[in-house]
């Protein structure tokens, strides 16, 4: 029976989580790390293996003496999330990181940092070389593709895993210990767009918003930062619901489909006699947006500037594409979902508003879908592709990935926790996480696997206020060595 709304049927994910998965393919960037790694590896005569997909497996032999002590996988990821403000110059393939140090914190100068994952590869490498460090036998797992859908975890070849024990270093809290994370997915929709002659005496003109935090779109969704893409769409619709006649030529709004959108760009034309209303609109919507996000995005702007006429600008949608796209927009839910029934104050549905592109004959909009419940995550999806098939859009859900369902009487867990206890005199939050960690796909790969997951303290990952905390640095690494010691 054929649907009322054509044939618009996505490929949908229900069970298999591999009938969706793509074949990862490591970036430059990623490339160079794992060069560097293996060469690391091989100047150290330690024994490496690859898989198909990029994944690293290092085998570091034991401390002389604990060659029986069951072999220990220390896990990170080699990719990082590339991003920078609209007014920096830097070429992430090519470019190095500009590091400052800020008191106790590292950061990076207008880019991300890439402590998310690098503190973690650069801890299991420091083990190894470390003289003072006790340890059985280690195999040091360096993951491609993380970021963009844990796509490298998903390829793994789980063959060249002999450990059964397990400790990621991707988390990203001091004093905290990991064991359950939430699932994700991607829905991307494609809306057609038909364009019209610009009407005679129409101007060109800019709407910016910028200066928003943005972020990771798991661990700080929780905080309601401002997304904007949402912004953006929400003073379009105010100026033409104000009576302006407002034909859109793009809209791009974020860049990362688990980062929460910090800038959006807009390009209209309005009447000549309408800049002043445009203007005036920008600066009412910029004081309602400071009434609802003044304290967690104080730097927020709102900017409406003229530009200079020309071919690009020449050919806006025409009003049912327009309005069918704002709508949209406007009606996908961005934020929170539901809180967690069975662990307090922990996430556990949301979805983020991502990313939006327009082309010539079309636009693209990315949504993230994160929950621990996979009922919730597949509902998420359902709603999505409800909301964008009433706009005219095609929908298809992308890098689809399992939970990982905590286990708190795991030997690794407890083992964990007591170091904790010993090194600091305090007992470490044990929490699940609202973000996507490689645990629940190594556990398909090796259901037998015992897991934990630590970190230092990092704030803003998945945007250019990235920072790393350096005494936690040094305590995390100290919880690393001492577990280690214990297991040896």
Not at 71 to 82: E, F, K, N, P, T
Not at 448 to 463: C, K, Q, T
Request: net charge negative.
């Amino acid at each position: 029976m054929s649907s009322p709304l054509g044939e618009l049927e996505p490929r949908y994910l229900w069970q298999n989580f591999d009938a969706i998965r793509r074949i990862p393919r490591p970036s430059k960037h990623e490339e160079k790390i794992a060069e560097h790694a293996v060469s690391w590896a091989k100047g150290h005569g330690y024994e490496v293996a690859r898989d198909r997909v990029g994944n690293i497996v290092i085998k570091v032999p034991a401390t002389p003496g604990h060659e029986n002590a069951p072999i220990v996988i220390l896990q990170g990821h080699m990719d990082m999330v590339c991003e920078k403000n609209s007014d920096v110059v830097h070429d992430f393939m090519k470019d190095p990181i500009q590091v400052a140090v800020d008191g106790d914190w590292v950061k990076a100068v207008g880019t991300t940092l890439g402590a998310d994952n690098g503190v973690g590869v650069a801890a299991g490498m420091a083990i190894a070389e470390d003289p003072e460090a006790v340890h059985g036998p280690l195999e040091l797992l360096l993951t491609v593709d993380e970021e963009t859908g844990l796509t490298g975890a998903m390829q793994l070849d789980g063959t060249l895993l002999a450990g059964r024990t397990m400790i990621n270093l991707d988390t990203e809290e001091d004093g905290a210990v990991y064991i359950g994370c939430a699932g994700g997915a991607d829905s991307i929709a494609e809306f057609p767009l038909a364009r019209r002659k610009a009407l005679l005496g129409s101007v060109p003109v800019q709407l910016t918003i910028k200066g928003l935090r943005g972020g990771h779109s798991g661990v700080d969704i929780h905080e309601n930062r401002g997304n904007a893409i949402k912004l953006a769409v929400r003073t379009l619709l105010a100026a033409i619901g104000d009576g302006i006649e407002l034909d859109l030529v793009s809209l791009n709004g974020g860049s990362k489909h688990n980062a929460i959108p910090r800038e959006a760009f807009a390009i209209c034309r309005v009447a000549a006699e309408s800049l002043a209303g445009m203007e005036a609109i920008a600066k009412r919507c910029l004081a309602d947006f400071r009434q609802e996000f003044a304290a967690i995005d104080p730097d927020l702007e709102v900017n409406i500037s003229q530009l200079d006429d020309g071919e690009d600008y020449l050919h806006p949608l025409n009003s049912h594409a327009r309005d069918r796209l704002l709508y949209v927009l406007d009606g996908i839910p961005h934020g929170v979902l539901a809180m967690s029934r069975e662990v307090p104050g922990l996430v556990e549905t949301s979805n983020n508003l991502a990313v939006v592109q327009t082309e010539d004959n079309r636009a693209v909009v990315t949504t993230s879908h994160r929950s621990s419940v996979m009922a919730a995550l597949f509902r998420v999806q359902e709603q999505i592709r409800s909301i964008c098939v009433l706009g005219g859009a095609t929908v298809e859900v992308h890098d689809a990935y399992p939970g990982w369902k905590p286990n708190p009487s795991s030997p690794i867990v407890k083992r964990t926790v007591g170091v904790f206890e010993r090194l600091f005199g305090s007992t470490p939050g044990v929490k699940a996480i609202h973000a996507g960690l490689e645990c629940g796909l190594l556990l398909e790969k090796v259901p037998d696997m015992d897991v934990v997951s630590i970190g230092p303290e990092l704030r803003n990952p998945h945007s250019p206020d990235e920072k790393v905390q350096i005494s936690s640095v040094q305590r995390f690494y100290a919880v690393l060595k001492e577990v280690l010691a214990e297991l040896a």
